[in-house]
């Protein structure tokens, strides 16, 4: 594998509060590798921001170390931060300016020529469709432009790696997936992209891989199949026209390797297998040969909120009617 | 030099913001030439004309400098609302340096006050006002740290409490205090001793003092002196201070 473009050790990072030292980030190791999409998913308070402000040189960490690049962002902020790109959880872009007008800056700011800057503000202008309001202020931009223009700015001067923090909340399900198209482009464009999120289908979808936090620490690592193999497996539901066959069924089931686990009970099959899309033809090959009548069958896949159930205890979609929005 | 550069980039983004607003310029005029068509008359009478001079030689140059500060103390305001946008967050991201993202907004609003200052020294001039050319121009000068002494504050307060309902009561206590122990009102001269002495803990008193003796020519003078004493060092403190505020600060 080539070298990891951000490292983390053991990285602590504890708020003072009236009840005791809120432990935001809690001893996170971590490592991502160039041109991939790492996701970073949790609910809100897991310390997906404080991460990244310690990652980008904003807030400096308790204790633990931290790499961009190669370099630390404690003793080399200067170097970290000329080789990343940063869109915070509130945007970034200037209001009273326009797209392009926030985009030469920032290009400027990392001492890009007028020219330079000028050009590349034109080429991603074109390669993430801001074209149409580029020239505009950006006080009169909708929620989903002023998050692509946001994007465009975090990589202005082509970093070695991006981080986005919750770059979709707010969005409506539209531009969600016009923000999930333009950040598949970022993979095309060969950025390093470090995203958080506490969306499950957004983690799901864009990441190559991802890590899981909860409470400041990582509860589980890896791609999202990996990380749904963790939980028992795909869950096969099979409806039955009568129930004379089950004893049949339960025998003819024990002997099948690829069944992980079943029950049967009146009409209703529950078989718990590996890789569901794969068994589900044969199954039904099968029930077709023994002249077992199927009345329904559907396949469910875990969801990364299974993974986070068995990893915590909560589901993620509980946690998030408990934390507000903080920090 | 990169630090020249990035202040001259962050400075011309704040000044592109007045231009397509210059409203605010408008604005800010508004007060002082509510004081000098309202207020002033009344100081006539009460003060009197003592000889040549207009009283409106005692009072406008108080008023500049009045200015000046209220102009600064406001803009935390402002960013309050680049906090909220991320704008300040994306700049500490960058390899800006801290000073120059103080310092860029901090030279427009000194650019903002030379320009209303300058315009209302011009619409006093018809209602009686003739300041000394040459004290007027060292009058600039320390109207100038003024603002940015205030203007830095604001900034650094904005910077710490990043929520308009926090910021305000500390606003409003510090301004009240500062203009009425300024001497801008009335002259400290009728005050009883204990305000005189307090108000020598005022960093507009003594610019007020010197703004008086500045437009009526008088250069070489303790007061004008004592303005720059007490107003360089205060400057250098303060921004400082509101540098490390730039550094610290956690949206
Ligand atoms: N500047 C701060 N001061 C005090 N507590 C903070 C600060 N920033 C974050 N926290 C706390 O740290 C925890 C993690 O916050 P954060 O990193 O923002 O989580 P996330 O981004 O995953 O929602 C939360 O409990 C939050 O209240
Ligand atoms: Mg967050």
Redesign the pocket.
Known sequence: MPDAVVVTEDLK?Y???RNGP????DGVNLEVFPGEIFG?L????????????ILTTL?KADSGAATIAGFDVLREPGDVRRNIGYVG?AGGADRPATGRENLILQGRLYDMTLQQAKERAAELIAALDLTEFADRIAHTYSGGQLRRLDVALGIMHRPKVLFL??PTTGLDPQNRANLWIQIGKLRDMGVTVFL?T?YLEEADTLSDRLAI?DH?KIVAEGTPTELKKLVAGDTISVGLMDDRKNAAIAALLAQKPYVRDFTVDDCHLRIVVEEGSKVMPELLRLFDQESIEVATITLAVPTLDDVFLKQTGRTLRDTESA?G??? | MKLLRDIGLLYKRKLMETLRNPIYIVMSMLTPVLYLILFSPLLNKLVGTGGTRSVLDLFVPGLLVIVAFFNGLFVGYGIIDEIRNGVIERFRATPTSRFAILAGPVLRDTTNVLVIVTLFTLVSVPFGFRPDPVGWLVLLVIISMLIITTASFGYALGLILKEEDRLSPIVQGVNLPILLLSGVLLPMELAPTWLQVLAHFNPVYYSVEAARVLCAGTIWDAKVGYAFLFMVPLTVLVVAWATRAVRSV?A
């Not at chain 1, 809120?22 to 980030?25: E, I």
């Not at chain 1, 949790?42 to 402000?53: D, E, Q, S, V």
Request: proline residues 6%; glycine residues 18%; aromatic residues 6%.
């Open positions: 990072k708020f003072p509060s809120v432990k935001a980030v970073f949790g609910p809100n308070g897991a310390g997906k921001t404080t991460t990244l402000r807030v959880q923090d919750e958080t506490h936090m400041g934390g929005e903080q920090g | 956690v």
